[in-house]
């Protein structure tokens, strides 16, 4: 009997060092120690790779940019960085002796200052340093072209974003509708094409407040611009200030294709393409020389590398990689 009471004894104690040990907090830093160690050791057998990792993450790291507003462009959005995660490419890339660039690894670092942290101000461009080029189609008239610069743009694989008057959407629900089911971005274009500098900020109110109420009684109460395009660019402060009362920021262009002059179309192609760079703003309308020139301005800037996206792919901070130019 004592012999049997003294083997449980054991047995107990037993279990309680081991439950002891693991739960042991110098045990456990211990490990962790041992663990750290093991890699390191593997790191230094592979010393090689790792600091190829390393010479890499000085030569594609890019610190991110701020949002501000500049002299010249006013509002320009910010951009993420870019670092190369070393460890986590090397952990994938463990046993090799040189760079598998399909398996390195990176993470973007977010601006400190981003677009909504800065005080109302036209916006002219995207951020300098994005490959990416935006569509700006402003619809007031011009309903017989809009199928044309529609199938175009579907055929292109192209969103844009298109700033409809408020007055033409209560007219033309079928066409706005049909914008919308090919996966364009709806904006504010006002309500009836007027010249808002030289009008009372009551009436500025109402012209943008009117067209955001027929867009969401037409299309859905998701579809609520947040994007305003004052028309003919015409614009004093107070109209930047109403619109970001009302959750809109104002957009302007850096390009544009000066369609309602009729111009050539293969010209005006030209003239868009060559003008085109990162970050960019192209205004068009849908009028004959826009429908007959779309698909020589869309082929031009993927030429030259560039993505084509809606006003809020273009502003968002995410970081792209630059295609090379077509030759």
């Given amino acids: 009997m004592k012999r049997n009471l003294l083997h449980v004894s054991m047995f107990i104690l037993i279990i309680g060092v081991t439950v002891g040990t693991v739960q042991n907090p110098f045990t456990s830093t211990y490990l962790d120690s041992m663990k750290a160690q093991t890699t390191m050791v593997s790191k ?13 993450a000085g030569e594609v790291n890019k610190p991110p940019i701020n949002a501000a507003v500049d002299r010249v462009w006013k509002a320009v959005p910010g951009y993420n960085g870019v670092e190369l995660d070393v460890d986590a490419s090397y952990k994938k890339m463990r046993g090799l002796k040189t760079i598998d660039d399909k398996k390195l690894v990176f993470k973007q670092i977010p601006p400190k200052v981003k677009l909504n942290d800065l005080p ?20 007031a008239w011009g ?32 066409l706005a509708k049909m914008i919308l089911d090919e996966g364009h971005e709806i904006g504010n274009h006002a309500y009836t094409h007027p010249d808002l500098k030289k009008m009372t900020n009551e009436r500025i109110r109402e012209e943008l407040s009117s ?50 002059r009729n111009p050539d179309p293969g010209r005006m192609a030209e003239s868009v393409v060559k003008k085109v760079h990162p970050g960019a703003m192209v205004l068009m309308h849908p009028t004959s020389s ?20 809606t006003v809020s792919e273009l502003m968002n901070e995410q970081r792209m990689i630059a295609k090379p130019p077509v030759k």
């Avoid at 036209?122 to 189609?137: A, D, H, Q, R, T």
Wanted: hydrophobic share 35%; proline share 7%.
């Fill in 211 to 260: 067209t955001n109420r027929v867009i969401e009684a037409t299309l859905g109460k998701k579809r609520i611009p947040k994007w305003f395009a004052p028309p003919s660019g015409s614009y004093r402060d107070d109209v930047v200030k109403i619109a970001a009362e009302q959750k809109m920021k104002t957009i302007l262009w850096t390009v544009d294709t000066v369609d309602w």
């Fill in 44 to 56: 230094m057998q592979d010393n090689s790779l790792f600091e190829q990792l390393q010479k890499k």
């Fill in 143 to 174: 309903n017989e072209y809009l199928p044309k610069l529609l199938k175009t743009m579907k055929e292109a694989h192209v969103h844009s974003t298109f700033f409809l008057d408020g007055s033409w959407v209560k007219k033309n629900p079928s």
């Fill in 120 to 139: 109302p101000s036209p916006i002219y461009k995207g951020n300098p340093e994005k490959p990416m080029v935006s569509l700006l189609v402003n619809v």
């Fill in 290 to 309: 826009t429908a007959d020139g779309l698909k020589r301005i869309i082929g031009g800037i993927k030429a030259k590398g560039y993505s084509i996206g």
